[in-house]
């Protein structure tokens, strides 16, 4: 369903999430298009961050800017990796 850079470490959830939500949408008796829909709707946001940021590192001065940036603000770095991940409640986690 979709492709994920590598660094950002989601692409076994989203295999699984995508499996789960087919699943889900057979047995409510929805159409691939409604299937469609929602898939892009969960995936969309995570994957574009993360196709941005590896693009981003594809430059040296985009490198040399993630560095300086995250040099600054330490925390900048967990949340770009939240960024780059289905939300919990998407995956559904939470209690």
Excluded: K, N
């Amino acid at each position: 369903m979709a492709v994920i850079p590598s660094f950002s470490g989601d692409g076994m959830a989203i295999a699984l999430r995508t499996a789960v939500r087919a699943v889900e949408c057979y047995l409510a008796g929805d159409d691939g298009d409604a299937y469609h829909r929602r898939m892009r709707r969960e995936l969309l946001p995570p994957v574009r961050r993360a196709l941005w940021l590896s693009t981003l590192g594809g430059t040296r001065l985009g490198r040399q800017c993630a560095v300086w940036a995250c040099r600054g603000v330490p925390s900048l770095l967990p949340r770009i990796a939240t960024a780059t991940r289905l939300r919990t409640e998407v995956v559904g986690l939470t209690p």
